[in-house]
């Protein structure tokens, strides 16, 4: 067939949501996937051929999905709640311990703070926080599946006018300042605003990427997708194929034309596919490049990938069980004052020597990931991400670059265990931003394809879904849409809609 009603450039999460939603709607669907597999950066992989372990390769846990696609669909796929939320080792006056946060907080996490901070004070102002967020979340994320609300329309609907003023209209930054007093929780707090975006606390760009990270799937809860992210591309393209979706891989689509009838889709191979609707699940900057216009600007991607398989966990100075350190997220020179000094560095365009970073142990939560040999010997996976590594600094030399923030990530680690995490690690494979747009084609590395936007249009802005070009018959169902960005499907459910509507 070369005839289609629908045809998706890219066979991302995103792309196999859109597709499936539409061809259960009636619609001939074909998805044109340039690589030889799909899945985009949401994908299991055995990095090392001599392990058998199925490493989340990029994205590796999953919040902003919602529960409605997940039914829609009819997915058997399963996300594990961490009862570990986050640990920070830290050292003061010559004494090594640790933040300990769970996700339902407990006693633990209660004499945690107050090691932290006798006063009592930053442990009221977390929870005083986070509560309020907790409830802003219930109340905005099911906006998500819906045609985008103006700025006014979404406050007014929300009715928390002080929440809705710190995470919109004020740099989180500043907040996190007035309302934190501690250094270390600070930064604990600050991450949130930083994964992924090469932005100072004090940009609205890290507010963004703050919300999108708190309020995925009305919780905020950052769960690990059991059979790793692959388990979640395996689903999409059964309920997919099974409602009719033809899905091509190795056909990179190299132009896009349209006019008033229909769009012409040709491919590296010279081939084409016309159909009535286009939509792109590759990045706004690529299809743009596809259509012969100028890209949008964004920023580029600012994160190294590290993925370790571990012949044991390593043990920490502080004397903490490492099955609990490292089963939520574990923050290593991510301070509020480290955060914003590495920006500044590597703004400067230095690596830092030390790089904040962020990393959990999936195979604590679910290891079947790794063969029944590998558990057995005992063997562990870590994923390390690093902040604040800006794709400008691997243009010149991409190895050396890698080398470098390497280092200055394991340093960042090294300094809160017993012995160097090089004695126990098996396997490891780092990727520098450039190797994430040579590998999947994200922009400079840009995680989320482009700049995260508010999910709202401003007032004066006339946009339904959040997906719509310049042409009726095109539309964005990738991370790239306004509301996109994550491993969220919502970009790809909402692109659907705007084509059902269109051709009603
Ligand atoms: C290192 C890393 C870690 C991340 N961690 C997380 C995480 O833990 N949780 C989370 O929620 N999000 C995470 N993200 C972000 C998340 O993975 C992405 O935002 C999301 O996967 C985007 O999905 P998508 O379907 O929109 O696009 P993609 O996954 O980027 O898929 C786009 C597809 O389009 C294809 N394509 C591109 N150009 C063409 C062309 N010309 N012709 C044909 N096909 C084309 C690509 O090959 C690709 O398969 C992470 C991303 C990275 C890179």
Known sequence: MTDYDVAIIGGGHNGLVAATYLAKAGKSVVILEANSEVGGATTSVRAFPQYDAMLSRYSYLISLLPDQIVTDLGLDFECISRKVSSYTPYSRNGKDSGLYVARQWDKQTHDSFMDLDPSGAEWAAWQDFYNEIAEFALKIAPSMLHPLKSRSELKAEINMPKVWDYLMERPIGEVIEA???????????LTDALIGTFSSAFEMQANICFLYHLIGNGTGEWKVPRGGMGAL???????????????RVNS???????NTESATLILADG???????????AAP?????????????????????????????????SGIDPRLAFAGTFHAHESFAECESTYLQAKGGNVPEKLPIEMYCHTLSDPSILSAELQDAGYQTLTLFGLHTPAALFDADNEAAKAAALKAALASLN?????????VIAAIEVKSPLDIEG????????IFHKDLSFPFREDNQVVRWGVETDDPRIFICGAGAIRGGGVSGIPGHNAAMAVLEASA
Do not use: C, H, W
């Not at 300094?415 to 004695?423: D, G, S, T």
């Not at 590998?439 to 840009?446: K, Q, S, T």
């Open 179 to 189: 309302r934190f007093k501690d250094d270390l929780v600070r930064g604990v707090i």
């Open 233 to 247: 591309v395996k689903e999409l393209v059964r309920v997919a194929t099974a409602a009719g979706v033809e899905i």
């Open 285 to 317: 900057q690529v299809l743009a490049r596809l259509r012969g216009k100028t890209p949008p600007v964004s920023l580029e991607g600012s994160q190294m990938k590290i993925n370790i398989l571990l012949k044991s966990l390593p043990e920490l100075k």
């Open 415 to 423: 300094q809160y265990l017993v012995e160097p995490i090089e004695n």
């Open 439 to 446: 590998d999947v084609g994200l922009p400079r590395g840009n």
């Open 271 to 281: 081939s084409s596919v016309t159909s009535s609707y286009v939509l792109s699940n």
């Open 252 to 258: 990179r689509v190299s132009s896009v034309e349209s």
